[in-house]
């Protein structure tokens, strides 16, 4: 297709964009509640009381959401492609930013569902209420790596959702041809 053919808007689905908002909103709490319960003292009561078991309600339903979002995106008659009118290698860098951050947004709750499994000291982990099945034996130097793995991963995370969102933002202000702007396809 010419560049000057292709359409200024080619949006995602509903349902789509709904989660990609929503699971957002999600993933910036968890690594704000994950930076900031791990730097409280243990002393404090509400990081084993509150901060820990909420953040593992909310990390496995973002799992779920995440999960559902690539049965959705797998399903769907059509997804966007990277636009045309980008340069190659901005087009290149935005399906290997969107594949790898889909596969960090799988593995690091994985990580920590494996940190709560294998932690001697640990409940398990509760889903809003309910124990979840611990799939791991306890072995606090398992654990030792699925925290350390788990925190890389979220930090390595967390700077491509930076990379997600300057690039966005590069389109939609700085670029100066307006059908480049990826920004529209998820409002």
């Given at each position: ?13 509903t349902s789509l964009r709904v989660l990609h908002w929503v ?92 940190m709560s499994s294998t932690y ?68």
């Amino acid at each position: 297709m010419n560049p000057i053919d292709q359409p200024t808007i080619d949006r995602y689905p509903t349902s789509l964009r709904v989660l990609h908002w929503v699971r957002a909103v999600l993933i910036l709490g968890l690594l704000w509640a994950g930076w900031h319960m791990t730097g409280l003292n243990d002393e404090v009561a509400s990081k084993y009381a509150l901060y820990y078991p909420w953040h593992k309600s909310f990390g496995v339903l973002t799992f779920l959401l995440v999960l559902t979002q690539i049965a959705l995106r797998w399903r769907a008659p059509s997804i966007p492609q990277p636009l045309e009118t980008l340069a190659p290698h901005e087009r290149m860098l935005s399906r290997l930013t969107q594949r790898v951050m889909y596969a960090l947004l799988v593995i690091v709750p994985l990580m920590g569902y494996s940190m709560s499994s294998t932690y001697t000291m640990s409940d398990g982990v509760f889903f809003f209420g309910v124990n979840l099945p611990e799939l791991l034996p306890k072995n606090d130097a398992w654990f030792v790596v699925f925290q350390w793995l788990h925190k890389i991963l979220a930090y390595t995370l967390l700077g491509l959702i930076v990379l997600h969102v300057v690039g966005a933002l590069k389109h939609r202000f700085y670029d100066r041809d307006p059908r480049n702007d990826v920004l529209r396809r998820m409002l």
